[in-house]
DNA sequence: AAATGAGCCAACCGCCTACTA
DNA sequence: TTAGTAGGCGGTTGGCTCATT
């Protein structure tokens, strides 16, 4: 496969330039650093926009969908990243009920969250569930079970949440209340220690080591001089603004977790103690509730 | 310690729509 | 008006990590 820019609307990129690029094979798969730090600065001087266009003359060899998708994804300054919060996650739940699997659509109302992490959120939590229940998560006592049991059980636990404000001289000296930047922690981008090694911590103080290469063995952000321009602690340090202006003023980002997600809740979770383990979403009380919907088909 | 499986997520694919010449 | 192209969107997949055996 071979480039084929048929924008001839390219304007500001050299016309040679873009010739010599089509000749060259397209680059797929992760993307490196070096990539990234030219599709920053690219946009970053010129906006985004006419993806084709810009990948040739940022001196990317990707296509232009692939430019997109990174920025999109990944790069954009207000992407949040790390686990969803209550509130992001019942919202999910109300507006997958009304519009299906509209993703980009959703995402819309969930601030600086892609529809790509929407759609996986969906597919790797939800769906999961609907799995376990051996029935189909498009079928009418799954949507009920949701909208009936979990998501005012999800607005309890908001509810619930927003009382531990109270609490927070408790929660600031946990490890993920860090540099003054609180939401900052509940991003899983990773950041090398000098051992080579990084540490990340979940939404519940939870750390957890994992490689610094990123997992693509290209680079990793520890040859990063300090700049906050190119390293993705600034933008989530930034964005803790905008979200707290979103969402309701609960910590819920400590606590980020607990609605249809509750594999790693240690025992910081309020919930765990007042005996609800929330281990598995499935407890007596909605396996019965599940019975009912079954039962009045 | 090695093998295996499950979960997760970044990235790609293909279709559709909007836009431009 | 129409053909060609770019961009947007949802579905899918490949590969990495971690837990379990």
């Known amino acids: 496969m071979v480039v084929v820019d048929g924008n001839s609307r390219s304007g500001s990129c050299d016309s040679k330039e873009l010739r010599e690029e089509d000749n060259l094979e397209l680059r797929r798969g992760p993307w490196t650093f070096e990539e990234d730090l030219k599709l920053m600065n690219y946009i970053a001087n010129h906006g985004e926009g006419r993806w084709n266009s810009l990948a040739s003359c940022a001196g990317l060899n990707r296509t232009g969908k692939s430019c997109r998708l990174r920025w999109l994804n990944y790069l954009r300054p207000d992407v949040r990243r790390g686990n969803l919060t209550l509130e992001e996650q019942l919202m999910i739940l109300e507006l ?63 509810q619930a949440t927003s009382s531990l404000n109270a609490t927070a001289s408790q929660v600031s000296s946990l490890p993920y209340d860090y540099d003054g930047a609180q ?14 090694s990084s540490t990340s911590y979940d939404s519940f103080g939870t750390s957890t080591q994992v490689s610094s290469d990123l997992g693509v063995g290209e680079y990793n ?27 309701v003023s609960t910590p819920s980002g400590y606590y980020g977790n607990q609605g249809l997600d509750f594999q790693e809740q240690n025992n910081t979770n309020p919930w765990l103690h007042s005996g609800d383990t929330s281990d598995n979403l499935w407890n007596v009380e909605d396996i019965w509730f599940f019975q009912q919907q079954l039962n009045g088909m």
């Open 96 to 158: 997958h009920s009304r519009w299906g699997n509209r993703w980009s659509k959703i995402a819309q109302h969930l601030p600086g969250r892609t529809d790509n992490e929407i759609k996986n959120y969906w597919r790797t939590r939800v769906q999961k569930h609907a799995k376990q229940l051996k029935c189909d998560v498009n079928s009418k006592q799954f949507k009920d079970t949701m909208r009936y049991l979990w998501m005012p059980r999800l607005i309890e636990r908001i």
């Open 183 to 196: 939401m900052i922690m509940t991003s899983t981008t990773n950041y090398s220690t000098p051992d080579n």
């Open 221 to 247: 952000y520890n040859n990063i001089p300090i700049n906050h321009n190119l390293n993705p602690d600034y933008y989530q340090v930034n964005q803790v603004g905008n979200y707290q202006d979103f969402s």
